[in-house]
């Protein structure tokens, strides 16, 4: 059983807690919404992309995670391994082909170099961490946003996260692809403030190429939730030869001055900084030598977005 269908029927079994599976919750984040806030990131996206910079928030379960620098070289974790999926060759080597995630190395790693990414948690373990930050959402006009993974991939759980924080009178704001269906939008749309919608690539085929789906739901979700009057804005995330070209982008522009309302349009020029865990997951990472696009490319394709009456957010050294 895959785990959203786990989500779904541990919220449905009460008195049972919902429970959902969490791989970070990062405290006084400034980018993802107004004011100081802090992110709860969820696991599992149904998305692929190229650039993705959380790929531990891609997988659907918890994974193991190996940082090659942190290793002390005690090599508890070769006798310990039921799999026999780490070796020793001057170095400790991770057979990802072999490893199940089962996390029995990580309990004899004193060094925290082999680690499990996701836990899972009830709504009200997420909630005592929320708390410890009311004061500065009070003070910053801040608040909770949540994002993964794809947020909405765990829409039960999502739910429940976003209902206690309207019982608190805390900011929301979902970080989303849009890649869900109208149901699950419609379902948290009494609780959220702010949605940050992504938008990648206009054309279709090479929408599926670089994120292994369709944009036709994520479009289309877009404009039904825009005819809501829900605060909208839409992040673009510009990747160097894969979506900043001309074409692409006046099409993107035309489609969103289109939408009956939009609160504004935010570029975020692409980043390396999230290369580094794919090797420590045992992931591949499809992008080389890609750099980030230089302030000057940015600026240029937020004046034709402006050249379209769209409200563009700009904001100093921001990067997907």
């Known amino acids: 059983m895959g785990w959203p269908a786990i989500a779904e029927e541990h919220?449905?079994?009460?008195?049972?807690?919902?429970?959902?599976l969490v791989f970070n919750i990062m405290r006084f984040a400034l980018h993802d919404g107004p004011g100081i806030r802090t992110t709860v990131f969820l696991k599992g996206c149904p998305l692929n992309c190229w650039w993705c910079h959380n790929p531990e928030g891609q997988w659907s379960q918890p994974q193991l995670i190996f940082r090659a620098n942190r290793c002390k070289s005690s090599k508890a974790c070769l006798e310990i391994c039921p799999q026999g999926a780490?070796?020793?060759?001057?170095?400790t080597v991770?057979?990802?082909?072999?490893?199940?995630?089962?996390?029995?190395?990580v309990d004899v790693c004193y060094a925290g170099a082999l680690e499990m990414v996701g836990r899972n948690v009830t709504v009200a373990q997420v909630m005592d961490e929320v708390d410890r930050d009311i004061p500065f959402y009070d003070q910053s006009g801040g608040g909770v946003t949540i994002t993964g993974g794809e947020p909405l991939f765990q829409a039960e759980f999502l739910e429940g996260i976003l209902n206690e924080c309207k019982e608190r009178q805390i900011n929301?704001?979902?970080?989303?692809?849009?890649?869900?269906?109208?149901?699950?939008?419609?379902?948290?749309?009494?609780?959220?403030?702010?949605?940050?919608?992504?938008?990648?690539?206009?054309?279709?085929?090479?929408?599926?190429?670089?994120?292994?789906?369709?944009?036709?739901?994520?479009?289309?979700n877009l404009l039904n939730l825009s005819n809501t009057g829900a605060?909208?804005?839409?992040?673009?995330?510009?990747?160097?030869g894969i979506n900043d070209d001309t074409e692409n982008l006046e099409m993107c522009a035309s489609m969103l001055a289109e939408l009956p309302y939009l609160e504004g349009v935010e570029i975020m020029p692409y980043h390396e900084i999230g290369v580094a865990k794919y090797q420590a997951l045992g992931m591949k990472y499809k992008l080389n030598n890609i750099s980030t696009p230089s302030d000057e490319k940015v600026s240029k394709?937020?004046?034709?977005?402006?050249?379209?009456?769209?409200?563009?957010?700009?904001?100093?050294?921001?990067?997907?």
């Open 11 to 20: 919220c449905r079994e009460a008195p049972q807690p919902c429970r959902g």
């Open 86 to 91: 780490i070796h020793w060759d001057d170095e």
């Open 94 to 105: 991770v057979d990802w082909d072999r490893c199940d995630h089962c996390g029995k190395c």
């Open 172 to 220: 929301t704001a979902v970080d989303t692809s849009g890649q869900t269906s109208w149901e699950n939008i419609r379902r948290i749309l009494p609780f959220v403030d702010l949605f940050l919608y992504d938008v990648k690539l206009m054309d279709e085929t090479r929408h599926i190429r670089y994120t292994s789906v369709s944009n036709k739901k994520i479009l289309n």
């Open 231 to 240: 605060h909208i804005i839409v992040r673009i995330p510009l990747v160097p």
């Open 301 to 320: 394709v937020e004046e034709l977005f402006t050249t379209y009456k769209l409200p563009v957010i700009k904001k100093p050294s921001r990067a997907i």
